[in-house]
């Protein structure tokens, strides 16, 4: 691990993460992050274009900056010593990762988050929030820390996990971040079209998912109301039938995974290539 004298925030703390690959943006370049897509990710790296940073948006910023700072103090009385917010790189100087907290021989780190109640949920059962967790790898990875303390607060109350290194996952991280690159110098920008055989199969689209949008909701509200009404194992009626059953959880592969060390890449399917339509946000009205 190499330290950067940097403030979090400053000019210079942006100019250089500009050069690095850093932490915040793995679960992104994953594909795991509920914020920003990867290749809405790919797009911002290949043509240096940024999301603009609107004032909601940046009043969320700063009340997570208040809240790590209240919470601070917790999470030092937790690990027992004193946190220091560091900026470091990786020894080959590939990964960079910013710390909320790190004590001062590197060995506990500490990350914060706002109070979230899906993230809280996924605390409470002891994973670490999906969207989030690759965040955490690649800290561990530019870090060498035996630990790191993820915390989720309001400045009052916490909830918080230990989540220790997975030698697979930063494996994983690596592969995924040289994939990433790849993606990146491979980048095409999209095509623009304006043809009317593109408007009018456009136009045919948006009009289908508008009416398959508005019969889910429907079926939604019908399926709810039956259910209110259901009572028993079984409850039948005018051609529809409710009945109550039982499914056994899913295994938690992720969680088999660290638990065990279990190397579960070498049972990974080939990928695929594949299309994916979406509906622009200025055009779903």
Not at 2 to 28: C, Q, V, Y
């Amino acid at each position: 691990m190499k330290t950067l004298n940097l403030i979090h925030g400053s000019d210079d703390w942006h100019k250089i993460r500009g050069k690095f690959r850093p932490a915040s943006e793995a679960p992104a370049m994953m594909g795991a992050s509920k914020y920003v897509k990867r290749q809405e990710l790919i797009h911002q790296k290949a043509t240096g274009e940024k999301r603009e940073v609107d004032a909601w948006t940046q009043k969320i910023f700063d009340r997570g900056h208040e809240i790590e700072a209240a919470t601070l103090p917790i999470a030092e009385a937790l690990i027992g010593a004193e946190l220091f917010p560091v900026t470091c790189v990786s020894d080959d100087e590939y990964l960079l990762a910013t710390m909320d907290g790190l004590t001062m021989d590197g060995r506990i780190g500490w990350e914060c988050k706002s109070w979230n109640k899906d993230k809280l949920a996924d605390v409470k059962a002891g994973r670490c929030p999906e969207t989030d967790y690759w965040q955490i790898v690649q800290q561990l990875a530019v870090t060498g820390a035996e630990k790191i303390l993820y915390m989720l607060s309001d400045g009052e109350k916490t909830e918080s996990l230990w989540i220790e290194p997975n030698d697979q996952d930063i494996l994983r991280l690596r592969e995924g971040w040289l994939q990433f690159d790849q993606d990146v110098a491979a980048y095409a920008p999209p095509e623009d079209r304006s043809d009317v055989e593109w408007i009018n199969a456009a136009y045919d689209y948006l009009a289908a998912k508008k009416a398959a949008d508005s019969a889910s909701e429907a079926l939604e509200q019908a399926k709810a109301r039956l259910l209110q009404l259901a009572s028993g194992p079984v409850t039948r009626g005018a051609g529809v039938s409710v009945r109550h059953q039982t499914r056994s959880g899913s295994v938690d592969w992720k969680k088999v995974q660290q638990d065990f060390d279990i190397p579960v890449n070498q049972y990974r399917k080939p990928g695929t290539d594949y299309y994916v339509v979406e509906v622009q946000k200025n055009e779903q009205d």
